[in-house]
């Protein structure tokens, strides 16, 4: 299942201690490559790691598409039939051929929504 926090914390004070790599992982029944990872510091359990990349689906068309929508929205002044998020995707994939995701699309008419408000 991996390790635990607190057992990280034990390797790392033990190996502090100056107490041998095989011994820590002798008494903790761990691979002695794990334990010289975490005393090396390589790696961290539990870490989260974000994954900030750009959206590489999301062209300065779709961008045009988007506002577009929402352009026309307000300017035939429409109360409950305005585009939403998937409504634009489901268009987008008609219209346009979109092969990206639908998150990808909320996010996106998420950000251009708060841009223009």
Known sequence: MGIQVDE???IRKRA???ESQRQIA???GISRKTVKKYCDGAAVPLAKTSREREATVVTDE???FFESC???D???NLKKQKHAARRIYDRL???KGFTGGESTIR???REIKERSS
């Open 8 to 10: 990280y914390s034990e």
């Open 16 to 18: 502090l201690e100056g």
């Open 62 to 64: 779709v961008v045009a």
């Open 70 to 72: 929402l352009e026309g």
């Open 107 to 109: 996010r996106k008419v």
């Open 26 to 28: 002798k008494d903790l």
């Open 93 to 95: 994939v008609e219209e």
């Open 74 to 76: 307000e300017r035939d």
